[in-house]
């Protein structure tokens, strides 16, 4: 059977990157150009070919690392920080302890582990996993006791209850527009077809209502890309539904821009690759406009601290204290540990262009860390 395996595999790969560009291309052909959200859309969520849709690559040797992919030292502090506010928001029993995005779940295992800390917090919590791929759905179930964990297709299939939500690297998938500024007026960005190939290409008609653009949109020149996920509105009101009717905070952390400048992204093997290149077989993201997102869940009347930077927050938590008892108790690994200190929090590494937004209860005082 071996060679039967081999040739499954083989043609698996083959098939997910040329059937995927293939498929939209003809698509294209046939109807025209569609928006950078339509082609992501289909590069990530495409029921057969979509890259969540099939096995994400999450680690070292897969697509693209993630914080908590880098270091225990990340979950370790965000737990503290989700037995913290248990605390803050009464200690309630059951606690919902949510996700988006949960990855190969090593993120909650983490934060489980550092929340045992918190006598109660283990037994309060009820893990909820929001997640496309069932590859990752399978991860996360070795990751964490299955017994306490519950995977949903809708957020407001969720019971109801308090709860803490975290999304790190979730928000950056969500499909976004773009629009160029030309000749002084804004023109989406689409992907067409030319000669048989996915291209980049301008609409004809310029964007006249800049309503849901960035703020500042004018102050921009020729050449200038502005981006918006036209999802972030529908998800910010779930959050804001979940949060008014019970205590609870929702901590997003995410690569941010500020809705200005081309940040749509192909990852592939820890290579940044042409995004039309390999659709289905790339991760595609783009950066999370914060003030966006800020100006929305104000909008739904949540409480919003952030964005403050990723180090900021890890080391305002107390990471570089965790990093030197960790150093303590395992010297041979003492090197490692500053090596990842210094990749979460430093501001020429993830310390910066990362960013933590957290949204409230209104009721409630200022989180941790902020
Ligand atoms: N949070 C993890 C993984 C980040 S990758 C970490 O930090 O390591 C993005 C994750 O979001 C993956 O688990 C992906 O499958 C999931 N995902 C992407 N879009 C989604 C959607 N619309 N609904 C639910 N899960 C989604």
Redo the contacts with the bound molecule.
Sequence with gaps: MAHLAHARDAGRAGFGVSALRKKLTAQIVQTGPVSIAQFMMAA??DPVHG??SRS?N?GEHGD??????MSQMFGEIVGAWCAYEWGVIGRPDPLHLI??????G??MSDVLRAGMAAPGFEDAAQVHF????AA?RAL?RDAVQPNIAQWHARFDDIAPGPSLI?????F???PIRQFVKQDGQWRERLVGADSGRLAFGLAREAILDLSAFPAGADAHGDGAVAEIAP?LGGWTDLLALRLHAHAGRALI?DYASDGFGDTLQAMKAHEKIDPLDDPGDS?LTAHVDFAALARMARAAGLAVHGPIGQGDFLRTLGIEARAAALSKRHPDAADRIARELHRLTSGDEMGALFQVLCLSNPQLPAPAGF
């Design positions: 990530l969520y890259y969540y994400p999450i693209f690392v993630t914080a908590p992919e996700e988006l995005g949960p990855g190969r090593t993120l929001m997640e496309v791929s990752l996360q975290l999304a790190n690297e979730f950056d998938c969500l999802a952390i991760d």
